[in-house]
């Protein structure tokens, strides 16, 4: 299936095996004839996972104490209660800012409104930032192949992305390097069909990588 002349990864040797997967990495195979490979989050990987912790404790620092000031300046807006736990984690300031931005254009419901869809784009960044801590602390790759079918699911849990295949349309398996406009060089196990689509694979060290591509030649056939 791959020709080795052509990509950047290394022949298979006798250290390669099946049944002798990388740590961290698992294979099994099901009644129906399916094989399982299931690889978890690398330990280098918790570097990143941390980063993007600490990075979205700051956002959402900076971004939920405006926004508690706006939806407390429209709770006030409509003469209802303001509830005790919103009061206290909301300062005085952020309140004041919104609804003064109100009263300048007329104290109507517009502004606010405006504000609140204003912060919206940032609202979803930081869920996408929470998003890839717990993918890169908590997240893994499970790859099944069988019966001329293949799926490559990456996620966390029950949550994720899943992407299919037919095994007959495979073209290619293996290591593609892109540059990244910096002058260095990306590495990436691709699945390359007949029709141009390409399925990837990102993994950090070279030994999941060669296991992987071994693997995955040996099972899509």
Known sequence: MIDYKKSNTPPPNDELSLDNPPRGVSIERTYDGTTVITAKRELISLVPGVFCIIFAIIWSNGLLKPIFGIIQAIIKKSRCHVPDWLSKITTEGYFEFADSISDAFGGGWLPLLGMALFFLPFVFAGFTIIGAALFFLFGKCV???????????????????????????????????????????????????????????????????????????????
Do not use: P
């Open 143 to 221: 790859i099944r192949i069988g019966n001329g079918e293949g799926s490559i699911f990456k996620g966390v849990g029950v949550f994720g992305r899943t992407r299919r295949f037919a095994t007959h349309s495979v073209k290619f398996i293996g290591v593609r390097e892109e540059s990244d406009g910096e002058g260095g060089k990306s590495r990436y196990l691709c699945i390359e069909m007949i029709n141009g689509r390409k399925l990837t694979i990102v993994f950090i060290t070279e030994k999941r990588t060669a296991w992987l591509t071994f693997a995955l030649n040996k099972l899509v056939k």
